[in-house]
Protein backbone atom coordinates (compact mmCIF):
# COMPACT_ATOMS: atom_id res chain seq x y z
CA UNK A 1 0.00 0.00 0.00
CA UNK A 2 1.26 3.52 -0.83
CA UNK A 3 -0.13 6.72 0.12
CA UNK A 4 -0.11 9.89 -1.51
CA UNK A 5 2.57 12.72 0.10
CA UNK A 6 0.20 15.68 -1.04
CA UNK A 7 -2.86 14.48 0.45
CA UNK A 8 -2.25 11.39 2.43
CA UNK A 9 -5.18 9.21 -0.25
CA UNK A 10 -4.36 5.77 -1.42
CA UNK A 11 -2.79 5.10 -4.30
CA UNK A 12 -3.72 2.85 -6.85
CA UNK A 13 -1.26 0.60 -7.99
CA UNK A 14 -0.47 0.88 -11.95
CA UNK A 15 1.55 -0.44 -14.91
CA UNK A 16 3.05 3.06 -14.74
CA UNK A 17 3.71 2.96 -11.01
CA UNK A 18 1.37 4.70 -8.05
CA UNK A 19 -1.55 7.17 -8.83
CA UNK A 20 -3.36 8.87 -6.13
CA UNK A 21 -6.99 8.50 -6.76
CA UNK A 22 -7.86 12.23 -4.88
CA UNK A 23 -4.72 14.89 -6.62
CA UNK A 24 -3.70 12.81 -9.84
CA UNK A 25 -0.37 12.93 -8.21
CA UNK A 26 1.53 10.12 -9.98
CA UNK A 27 4.62 8.08 -8.78
CA UNK A 28 6.46 6.19 -11.12
CA UNK A 29 7.93 2.56 -10.65
CA UNK A 30 11.80 3.94 -11.64
CA UNK A 31 11.42 6.35 -8.41
CA UNK A 32 12.22 2.47 -6.25
CA UNK A 33 9.74 2.15 -4.61
CA UNK A 34 9.51 -1.43 -2.56
CA UNK A 35 6.13 -3.45 -2.15
CA UNK A 36 5.51 -6.23 -0.57
CA UNK A 37 2.35 -8.75 -1.21
CA UNK A 38 -0.30 -9.84 1.34
CA UNK A 39 -1.73 -12.99 2.40
CA UNK A 40 -5.28 -13.08 2.08
CA UNK A 41 -7.29 -13.17 4.94
CA UNK A 42 -9.59 -16.07 5.17
CA UNK A 43 -13.10 -14.75 5.92
CA UNK A 44 -16.36 -16.31 7.68
CA UNK A 45 -19.79 -16.69 5.70
CA UNK A 46 -21.47 -15.28 8.52
CA UNK A 47 -21.68 -12.33 10.18
CA UNK A 48 -22.29 -11.70 13.56
CA UNK A 49 -23.76 -8.03 15.52
CA UNK A 50 -22.36 -8.35 18.98
CA UNK A 51 -24.06 -5.71 20.60
CA UNK A 52 -27.75 -5.86 19.51
CA UNK A 53 -29.17 -3.75 21.83
CA UNK A 54 -32.75 -4.08 20.56
CA UNK A 55 -33.14 -7.16 23.39
CA UNK A 56 -33.15 -4.10 26.29
CA UNK A 57 -36.30 -2.28 24.31
CA UNK A 58 -39.99 -3.01 24.90
CA UNK A 59 -42.32 -4.08 21.89
CA UNK A 60 -45.28 -2.49 21.32
CA UNK A 61 -48.64 -1.88 19.43
CA UNK A 62 -47.64 1.00 17.40
CA UNK A 63 -47.92 1.67 13.61
CA UNK A 64 -45.00 2.41 11.65
CA UNK A 65 -45.70 5.82 9.73
CA UNK A 66 -43.28 4.27 6.65
CA UNK A 67 -44.74 1.18 6.26
CA UNK A 68 -47.90 0.38 8.44
CA UNK A 69 -46.19 -2.18 10.43
CA UNK A 70 -47.84 -2.63 13.50
CA UNK A 71 -45.21 -3.36 16.54
CA UNK A 72 -42.51 -1.56 17.12
CA UNK A 73 -39.85 -0.89 19.81
CA UNK A 74 -40.09 1.40 22.31
CA UNK A 75 -37.73 3.81 24.42
CA UNK A 76 -37.41 6.94 26.37
CA UNK A 77 -35.18 9.84 26.61
CA UNK A 78 -35.01 12.89 28.50
CA UNK A 79 -34.69 16.63 28.05
CA UNK A 80 -33.64 19.44 29.90
CA UNK A 81 -33.12 22.63 29.89
CA UNK A 82 -33.61 26.75 31.59
CA UNK A 83 -35.26 29.37 29.82
CA UNK A 84 -35.63 32.82 31.59
CA UNK A 85 -34.68 31.09 34.93
CA UNK A 86 -37.50 28.70 35.20
CA UNK A 87 -36.38 24.75 34.68
CA UNK A 88 -38.29 22.53 32.58
CA UNK A 89 -37.74 18.74 31.92
CA UNK A 90 -39.38 16.88 29.34
CA UNK A 91 -39.87 13.05 28.08
CA UNK A 92 -39.31 12.14 24.39
CA UNK A 93 -40.77 8.49 23.55
CA UNK A 94 -38.81 7.27 20.87
CA UNK A 95 -39.94 3.69 18.74
CA UNK A 96 -38.28 1.85 16.24
CA UNK A 97 -40.11 -0.83 13.81
CA UNK A 98 -39.68 -4.37 14.03
CA UNK A 99 -39.53 -4.89 9.77
CA UNK A 100 -38.24 -1.82 8.31
CA UNK A 101 -36.42 -0.39 11.18
CA UNK A 102 -37.86 3.01 10.14
CA UNK A 103 -37.10 5.30 13.48
CA UNK A 104 -39.64 8.15 14.66
CA UNK A 105 -40.32 10.26 17.94
CA UNK A 106 -42.68 11.68 20.17
CA UNK A 107 -42.60 14.15 22.55
CA UNK A 108 -44.61 14.27 25.79
Known amino acids: MKFCDKCGSHMKKTKVGFVCRKCGTVIH ?3 G ?3 ENMKKIERSSSIY ?8 YVKVSQVCPKCGNTEAF ?35
Not at 49 to 56: F, K, L, R
Not at 87 to 105: G, L, Q
Open 74 to 108: RWFSGVSGEHAGIRRERAIEHFKCTKCSHSWSEAS
Open 29 to 31: ASA
Open 33 to 35: IET
Open 49 to 56: VVDSSEDE
